[in-house]
């Protein structure tokens, strides 16, 4: 359909009563950072940097990391880039930092955790980081994968210190750290929700399992509380909240998003026009709204009609 295809997004998320959101994209390597550059997208809100190096029996050089993470700031000159570091094992398994042995990968030593199994692996990976930000000029922030607690978001922060990266912060896709996010942010500058792994861990549903389809959503209602649980969470130290899973992409439950105090939606950049054009057509207030709407339903189809029904008259015309 014509329309559907000409529509475009202009590059400034906002309400309709002009409270910014930034609307990012998720990119895997500099070739999507390119593509993801030219769909009006405001930065990087997840660089998904394992996918750089998917496959690989070793461990990156720093040189190559540098050249990789290079090519992804280049495309977003003086935007910002949120790097996260690697994010191996389950179901993105890099050999030189996932054991094949365990029993439950999703719930093994993955993401952050293969930091203090393989030494020096995130430290090289920082040092890269920290060289690709210096060369190119985009806003870079650095985050973590799967933390649970505060000590290691204090670790991680201070890593990130030490190597010259001041705006370190933490994905939350662990239920712990959702529901104790205030500790996290006494160390986190930011936080972005990693809804894909939140769900699963939260609802005990294997995020590849499609027969599990029906509890694999982030309508559901403990999901939806983990969300604003994570950002009350960060009011007092006014800390930004970000989505980066699927659920930002979906433009329906963009504004509860919001409404439940996100501040940043990042998502494949097809995505894009439509999360912009409903946030464009309701105002903060009407967020709230919704989230409060949403919240009060026991479960996640209930959750999602009626705020659908609310929002018929912004969505038909996007067909
Ligand atoms: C998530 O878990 O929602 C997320 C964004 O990270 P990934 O899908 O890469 O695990
Ligand atoms: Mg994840």
Known sequence: RPRRAARTFDGVGQTADGVRVQLLANVADPEAARAAATSGAEGVGLFRT??????????????????????????FAGKKV????????????????????????????????????????????????????????????????????ADEAREFVASCRAHGVTTAGVMVEVPAAALRSAAIFEHAQFASLGTNDLVQYTMAADRMLGDLAALSTPWQPAVLDLVKATCDGAVERHRPVGVCGEAAA?????????????????????????????????????????????????????????????????LEPLG
């Open 250 to 314: 979906d433009p329906v439950l963009a504004p509860v998003l919001v409404g439940l105090g996100v501040t940043s939606l990042s998502m494949t950049p097809r995505a894009l026009p439509d999360v912009a054009a409903v946030l464009a057509a309701v105002d903060s207030a009407e967020c709230r709204e919704l989230a409060a709407i949403a919240l009060r339903h026991a479960t996640a189809r209930a959750a999602r009609d009626a705020v659908r029904e609310r929002l018929r008259p912004v």
């Open 50 to 75: 394992e996918f750089c190096f998917l496959g690989r029996a070793t461990e990156p050089t720093v040189a190559e990391q540098v050249e990789a993470y290079r090519g992804v700031l280049a495309a």
């Open 82 to 149: 949120v790097v996260r570091t690697l994010d191996a094992g389950a179901d993105k398994p890099l050999p030189f930092v996932t054991a094949d042995s365990e029993p439950n990968p999703a719930l093994g030593v993955r993401g952050l955790r293969t930091a203090a199994a393989y030494p020096g692996v995130l430290d090289r990976q920082l040092e890269a980081i920290a060289s690709a930000a210096a060369a190119e000029d985009a806003e870079v922030w650095v985050m973590a994968p799967m933390v649970a607690t």
